[in-house]
Nanobody, 127 residues
Framework: QVQLVESGGGLVQAGGSLRLSCGGS????????SGWFRQAPGKEREFVAG???????????DSVKGRFTISRDNANPVKSTVYLQMNSLKPEDTAAYFCAASQYHSGSHNPDEYDYWGQGTQVTVSS
C-alpha cells in the first residue's frame, strides 16, 4: 500500500512560483511512475505532469510546458518524493493539485490509470 501526502500549495500572485512536494510512504512508491493532476471547481480532473520510475522521462500538458518542471528524489527508497516546480504562474493555474502513482502506466493522462492518490493541496493564483 502506498500513501501520498502533498504539501507546498498556497496563494501567489500571477508571475510567481511555487514548489509542490509529494511524499510517498512505502518502498514501492519509488518504483511507481507518478504524476500531478489538478482540478478546478466545476471542471474535470486534468493531467499536469508525469514522471517515470527513474525520473529519466517526463511528460507535460501543453498548458504548462516551459513553466512547470516535475522531478523526483529516490535516494531514500522508503521516503521517495516527487516535486512539481511551478513558475510563471497564471490565474488559470488555480486549482487543487493532486499527486498520483501508477503501478503500470508512465506518463498517462488518464486519471483512471493511477492507483494511488494524495488528498490534494490548493494553489491559488491572484491576478
Amino acid at each position: 500500500q502506498v500513501q501520498l501526502v502533498e504539501s507546498g500549495g498556497g496563494l501567489v500572485q500571477a508571475g510567481g512560483s511555487l514548489r509542490l512536494s509529494c511524499g510517498g510512504s512505502g518502498r514501492a512508491f519509488s518504483s511507481y511512475p507518478s504524476g500531478w493532476f489538478r482540478q478546478a471547481p466545476g471542471k474535470e480532473r486534468e493531467f499536469v505532469a508525469g514522471i517515470s520510475r527513474s525520473g529519466s522521462s517526463t511528460y507535460y500538458a501543453d498548458s504548462v510546458k516551459g513553466r512547470f518542471t516535475i522531478s523526483r528524489d529516490n535516494a531514500n527508497p522508503v521516503k521517495s518524493t516527487v516535486y512539481l516546480q511551478m513558475n510563471s504562474l497564471k490565474p488559470e493555474d488555480t486549482a487543487a493539485y493532486f499527486c498520483a502513482a501508477s503501478q503500470y502506466h508512465s506518463g498517462s493522462h488518464n486519471p483512471d490509470e493511477y492507483d494511488y492518490w494524495g488528498q490534494g493541496t490548493q494553489v491559488t493564483v491572484s491576478s
